[in-house]
């Protein structure tokens, strides 16, 4: 079965730099989550869309932004990166919102 | 107060034991929840959902949800090596965000 897939798998980005995390939800899911985990931590959620509109917000930074495309394929911008953006993001998606959300592999990003 | 709390771990259960998990959320209006498990690295992957008060059994694994408490735990029965991981429980809010726990970190001792 199709599952979420996320890319890069793996970033490297210097510090001020910008990056980009794409996710591609399982098909037919209309919703998609973006967390945060860092080293030792529970995953942070940041923002979430449902039918390409933003759903609700989390912790994320104002430095980064969000949006659901038409396919329902969304996208993570991360600008002015610092060292503490280190961490593992995830994309969840689900088939509407209070459902079950499966998660894909995560893209873990490290700023030196 | 964080939307979800679960109990400090690490847990460690002989293997054939039962582990029990134990989660509280503070959002009364929440109205679905979720167990994931998560190795080290890995993404979190879902184990069980319920969305009703009881019991929710699968396999080795029976969720319990209790509204009026606001409680829900895991029980994972004949626990197995395999079974060594982080434990999340989740929480979809009245505002629609899914809300994690800081996870249990089981063990399950050969």
């Known amino acids: 079965a199709a599952g979420v897939i996320q890319s890069p798998r793996h970033l490297i980005k210097e510090k001020r730099e910008t990056a980009t995390l794409k996710c591609y939800p399982i098909?037919?899911?209309?919703?998609v989550y973006w967390y945060q985990q860092g080293p030792g931590q529970d995953p942070q959620f940041l923002i979430s869309f449902y039918e390409k509109m933003q759903s609700d917000k989390g912790s994320i930074p104002d430095r980064f932004s969000a949006q659901q495309f038409s396919d329902y394929h969304s996208e993570l911008n991360m600008s002015s990166l610092e060292l503490g953006d280190s961490a593992l993001y995830f994309c969840?998606?689900?088939?509407?919102?209070?459902?079950?959300?499966?998660f894909g592999q995560g893209t873990r990003l490290t700023v030196v | 107060q964080k939307e979800v709390e679960q109990n400090s771990g690490p847990l460690s259960v002989p293997e054939g034991a039962i582990a029990s998990l134990n989660c509280t959320y503070s959002d009364r209006g929440s109205q679905s929840f979720f167990w994931y498990r998560q190795y080290s690295g890995k993404s979190p992957e879902l184990i069980m959902f319920?969305?009703?008060?009881g019991d929710k059994e699968d396999g080795r694994f029976t969720a319990q949800l209790n509204k009026a408490s606001q409680y829900v735990s895991l029980l994972i029965r004949d626990s197995q090596p395999s079974d060594s991981a982080t434990y999340l429980c989740?929480?979809?809010?009245?505002?629609?965000?899914?809300?994690f726990g800081t996870g249990t970190s089981l063990t399950v001792i050969p």
């Open positions: 098909p037919r899911h209309d919703t």
């Open positions: 319920i969305y009703s008060n």
């Open positions: 989740a929480v979809t809010n009245t505002g629609n965000q899914f809300y």
């Open positions: 969840a998606s689900s088939l509407g919102l209070y459902a079950e959300a499966f």
